[in-house]
């Protein structure tokens, strides 16, 4: 019996040595399990970190070749578009600036051109008047050379187309010279015939009038104030002649 008390403690204790083997190895096989698996977290970390670092490597390393690259690029589209604006603007400007000066000089143009046919016109009128002028004074010299000359029937005509021509020019007052003169040339005629005879070189010359159409032609011009007594002198000589003498 204590032989066999002795087996079983023996068998005891070497059941517990077992036990506390399986144990140990256990908690050896845990424990290397727990380093094995924080070395595994630790490398882990590490490759993470060393590729982080790679990777953050090649990422500056391409930034810093494409950033350049990049920034060129931008500033020479910048630089080419604000040359291409400040261009736009420069011809925008260049081609108003023309414009304006075109609508200048052509406003300046007519406007000179049209003072330019003003002072032609003007010296066109001028020169008419002068001519109409010269005219009339041919006229009186005429009238004057044929009472000379006592060929009365061509002064009467003469000083009458004078007078009607000063009329039109910038001495008007002169015509009134031309019913004196036609006043003293009517007092030397006593007969109805270089009437006649004037009448006729009237109505077959350009005013196609006779002298008593000329006379109504006076007296209703708004002139007239300035020969009104000389020409109702004239009617009254004529009178005078149509009756007789």
């Not at 908690?27 to 399990?33: C, D, G, K, P, T």
């Not at 108003?96 to 052509?106: A, M, T, V």
């Not at 031309?178 to 007092?187: A, E, W």
Request: with cysteine.
């Amino acid at each position: 019996m204590k032989d066999t008390l002795q087996h079983l403690n023996s068998r005891i204790g070497q059941l517990e040595l077992k036990i506390d083997s399986l144990t140990s190895n256990a908690e050896l096989q845990r424990l290397s399990y727990e380093v094995n698996a924080k070395q595994d977290i630790i490398t882990q970390v590490n490759d993470f970190y060393d590729s982080a670092w790679l990777k953050l490597i090649i990422v500056i390393s391409i930034l810093g070749i494409l950033v350049p690259i990049v920034a060129q690029y931008f500033q020479r589209k910048n630089l080419n578009d604000l040359t291409e604006f400040i261009r736009n603007q420069m011809n925008d400007s260049f081609d108003r600036r023309i414009e304006e000066l075109e609508e200048f000089n052509r406003n300046k143009i007519e406007g000179e051109l049209l003072e330019f046919k003003d002072k032609i016109t003007e010296i066109e009128e001028q020169n008419s008047k002068t001519l109409v002028e010269l005219d009339a004074s041919t006229y009186y010299l005429q009238g004057r050379a044929s009472v000379l000359s006592k060929q009365y029937f061509l002064s009467i005509p003469s000083f009458l187309k004078s007078a009607y021509l000063f009329l039109d020019t910038d001495r008007p007052e002169r015509a009134n010279v031309q019913f004196v003169n036609l006043k003293l040339c009517l007092k030397n005629i006593n007969s109805t015939k270089p009437i006649e005879q004037s009448n006729k070189l009237l109505k077959e010359g350009s005013y196609k009038m006779t002298i008593d159409e000329m006379i109504e032609y006076f007296e209703s011009h708004d002139k007239n104030e300035l020969y009104k007594v000389n020409l109702e002198a004239v009617i009254k000589e004529i009178k005078r002649i149509k009756n007789g003498g």
